[in-house]
């Protein structure tokens, strides 16, 4: 069996709380915690860039399996909503509820990728360095320019799905020439990264419109997320089991952490729980919070949903092995 770098697992746990930090903002205010923006926007980017460091080496692409996991998670999801609306009105808050809500786009790009990942794999193989790396900046170029419109969650377009293809090849690339030893494997990011974030903290502090990484352009955003990413690989490699399933349940945080936001902001913060300053040590502990809640509720929510995909895949392989059988006799 393959061993596990549990790194990689935490990255994904914490990229999650960026991204419930992300949605706290429209709560609390983005200049609130100004300071954290920039690496907030990059969360996205690093999940897509984990996935083709993984998947680029690998040949079992598990797509239904995802599917009917992603299937599951729409049937409870629906329930949970319809069921909790009688004591809070969260379908107010959730657009395209048979699409799973508000911030489901990221999933159904993610499953539209999928089957295009064994072409970018087989890409990668039969190219060489330079001509991959060309390629790759051609797609940031045009990813940078097609999406600097949006910002990701808000609108789903298929120049996300360009965005994502771009960042899958970067962490493919990544897992195949990137051979920084020694300290510079931790220094050469760590710097890249100061050089890049320094400066926008500074124009944020002291000039009115302090939200540059975000409504100018992705570009930024978009270093920040490689950048965190390298300096992530920089970290010795280890294996924990605990780890390991936070990272499995990170999945499950993104999907229902809204969930738990609603009830939270209408229970806790209409009551003035957590009424107190500075406000962006509210937002980590809100956020917090919110994590820490949204992952208890993800165990039998990863429970249910794995063994409804165990399940509808054999069943769906059953049916196509005979179908198969039918056909040839």
């Known amino acids: 069996m ?22 706290d903002w429209t709560a609390f205010g983005y ?38 996991i992603v299937i599951g998670c729409l049937i409870i999801n629906t329930i949970v909503c319809l069921s909790i609306n009688n004591f809070t009105n969260i379908l107010d ?11 489901w786009w990221y999933i159904w790009c993610f499953l539209l990728l999928q089957p295009f990942i064994k072409y970018l794999n087989d890409f990668v ?34 120049f996300n799905l360009f965005y994502m293809i771009t960042f899958y090849l970067i962490g493919a690339w990544i897992k ?13 990011p760590t710097l890249l ?27 930024i955003t978009y270093a920040i997320s490689i950048l965190l990413f390298l300096l992530f690989l920089s970290i010795p490699s280890y294996n924990n089991k605990f780890i390991n399933y936070l990272g499995k349940l990170s999945l499950y945080v993104y ?10 902001m209408e229970k806790l913060f209409n009551n003035q729980f957590l009424n107190f300053s500075p406000i962006f040590i509210r937002n980590i502990v809100y956020g917090l919070i919110i994590l820490v809640a949204t992952t208890i509720i993800a165990v039998p929510i990863e429970y249910c949903s794995t063994n409804f995909a165990k399940y509808s895949t ?6 196509w092995n005979k179908y198969k059988i039918i056909s040839i006799v």
């Open 31 to 68: 200049k609130n915690v100004f300071f954290l923006e920039p690496f907030i926007g990059a969360s996205m980017s690093v999940f897509i860039l984990i996935t083709g460091y993984l998947k680029v080496d690998s040949k079992n692409y598990n797509f239904l399996n995802l599917l009917m």
């Open 176 to 188: 195949r020439y990137y051979n920084l030893e020694g300290i510079k494997k931790f220094l050469i």
């Open 93 to 103: 808050h959730v657009q395209n509820l048979f699409l799973g809500g508000r911030d």
């Open 255 to 264: 999907l229902f952490h809204y969930i738990t936001q609603i009830i939270i």
């Open 125 to 158: 193989n039969r190219t060489t360095g330079k001509f991959l790396f060309l390629s790759i900046c051609l797609l940031f170029i045009f990813s940078s320019a097609t999406t600097s419109l949006y910002k990701f969650g808000q609108v789903f377009t298929m």
């Open 193 to 219: 990264l100061l050089l890049i974030y320094l400066p926008i903290m500074f124009y944020n502090i002291n000039v009115v419109n302090y939200k540059i990484s975000m409504s100018t352009s992705n570009v």
């Open 314 to 319: 054999q069943k769906i392989f059953n049916i």
């Open 2 to 23: 393959k061993k596990i770098n549990s790194n990689l697992q935490l990255v994904k746990y914490l990229m999650a709380f960026l991204i419930i930090l992300y949605h």
